[in-house]
């Protein structure tokens, strides 16, 4: 049985944690220029850093994290963050291979909209990388709208990412 949950415990942030490293990983695996973005964006030592801030950044007020547990194994996880006041950006959404088709990543974004709406955010925001077109297809029946870049983005990851948000 699939559940998502809150994490608020350390136990709960570990398994968020890892399953975000299991999420470069996987990005690394896709192909050579989603490699190179990767590891240009998210070097070992910076992704090791936002690893460490993920409570601070992702509970609330500033934003917010929900993990996905099948039976009492976690299998996915997804967070956002305040990007300026009212907005907020979705990140690391992921879900572990034994858990895709279940609903999993569904079950996940509809967790982040729900926070992002009992804090008050207007608007998020999101991207995901081209190659992930199962995640692409999510997002947009969702609701979210394609839009233009809302950040600056380093050279090397140009047109290389979709851009997305949805008016809450």
């Given at each position: 049985m699939l559940s998502i949950i809150e994490p608020r415990t350390?136990?709960?942030f570990d398994a968020v944690r890892r399953l975000c490293w299991e999420y470069r990983d996987f990005l690394l695996s896709l192909d050579e220029k989603s490699q190179r973005i990767v590891q240009t964006i998210y070097s070992q030592d910076k992704y090791a850093r936002v690893m460490e801030a993920i409570e601070a950044e992702h509970s609330p007020p500033k934003g917010g994290a929900c993990l996905a547990l099948k039976g009492d194994q976690p299998v996915g996880c997804g967070?956002?963050?305040?990007?300026?006041?009212?907005?907020?950006?979705?990140k690391?959404?992921?879900v572990r291979d034994s858990a895709r088709g279940t609903g999993a990543g569904r079950a996940i974004m509809l967790s982040l909209i729900q926070q992002c709406?009992?804090?008050g955010f207007d608007l998020i925001r999101m991207d995901?990388?081209?190659?992930?077109?199962?995640?692409?297809?999510?997002?947009l029946s969702m609701g979210f709208?394609?839009?233009?870049?809302?950040?600056?983005?380093?050279?090397?990851?140009?047109?290389?990412l979709l851009f997305f948000e949805m008016k809450l």
């Open positions: 350390p136990n709960h967070m956002f963050h305040t990007i300026e006041p009212g907005v907020a950006e979705i690391r959404v992921f709406r009992e804090q995901t990388g081209k190659p992930l077109q199962t995640a692409t297809r999510l997002y709208v394609l839009r233009d870049a809302y950040a600056e983005i380093p050279e090397i990851a140009d047109g290389h």
